[in-house]
């Protein structure tokens, strides 16, 4: 039921303690946790959960770039928790305060460095549970790893607030790409069992951007708000995945090996976002229930440009672009803070315990995650072009 323990392995939460670290000793020096990826456009996310403000530090960047901050702000708000029932109460405005690189709208050539203020913290919510490893999160992993000197406060560096920054980045990625005529854009592809619409252009994309709930169709997004809500309701919560899709990129972009491999590249950003578990392209794990003949993608010649038939490879052979649109899709887990109770383990007693989390929690990611995942997929794309 919904007030008892989800495991059923009927193990006893009072069995003798083992050692936390299971007799290894750890030789590592404990340094700052890694928030910088790119190469071209180089990005550094920084903050906490429930520290003053989270940020971000864009360099590389071309000098004399516009940016419309209207424009970027509206992707921010995609993304902004407190706005309904299917998110976390947590009020944010996500509001930018720009400390350096953009001069009269324009990049002057400094490193482009914005803050997103914490403005709704409630961190006593964790202090009863702060030794209680919760499950699905990186309580433990990050415990072991940072000698516990890492913040557990909602999560600390780990939150998905980090995402806020993301998309800050992502949103000028956009607009870089935009101006090449290059888009991204992505919708709900899945919740709980609960499918949408397939991709067909660009055109249908954009309209999900302007929808509170990011899908093609409408009578399936309502589908899975129930689904969310039925899970809520439950003190549960429900995962889901992102489809995403790249227009305008050329053919010949990237490489077979690893480090500039295209189907590499987008991996890299996309295992960034917290929650995503599986990135798959093109026709992804439907590859394993195909023939050649239904998985090749015919070729054509249109106005002396080459085309395919069907796109079941992603726009992305042999590591290489081909052309055709870049297309992921990206599942996301669960949000593993439920209201549930959980076998866990008391990291400070090294014991079994119970967990009961308070606080507020997301019954769903998925909803909000969909500009975040433009994001990276935007970043990606300005690293593949090298811009």
Known sequence: GAGSPSPSWGRSVSASPTPISGGITRTWEVRSMSSEFGNIIRVSVFGQSH???????????????????EELQRFLDRRRPGTGPLSTTRKETDVPEFLSGLEGGKTCGAPLCAVIENTDTRSG??????????????????????????DYRGGGHFSGRLTAPLVFAGGVAKQLLAQKNIYVGAHISTVYGVNDDALE????????????FPVLSDEKGAEMQQAILEA????????????????GLPAGLGEPDFGRNAEGIFSQ?????????????GAGTAFALMRGSEANDPLYMDGGVVR???????GINGGITNGMPLVFEATLRPTPSIARQQFTVD???????????????????????VPVIEAAAALAACELLGI
């Open 201 to 212: 252009d660009w055109e249908s994309l954009r309209a999900c951007a302007a929808k509170d």
């Open 232 to 247: 809520k309701n439950e003190q549960d919560s429900v995962g889901g995945a992102i489809e995403c899709a790249v227009f």
């Open 125 to 150: 919510d964790y202090e009863r549970t702060k030794d209680l490893a919760r499950p699905g999160h990186a309580d433990y992993a990050a415990r072991m790893r940072y000698q516990g000197f890492n």
């Open 269 to 281: 950003y996309l295992f960034a976002v917290p929650a995503v578990k599986a990135v798959a392209f």
């Open 308 to 314: 395919a038939e069907q796109n079941c490879a992603g």
């Open 51 to 69: 520290g003053k403000a989270v940020g971000v530090v864009v360099d590389g960047l071309p000098a004399g770039e516009a940016i419309d901050l």
């Open 347 to 369: 990291l400070a007693k090294g014991e079994n315990a119970v967990l009961e989390l308070k606080g507020r929690h997301d019954p769903c990611v998925i909803h909000r995650a």
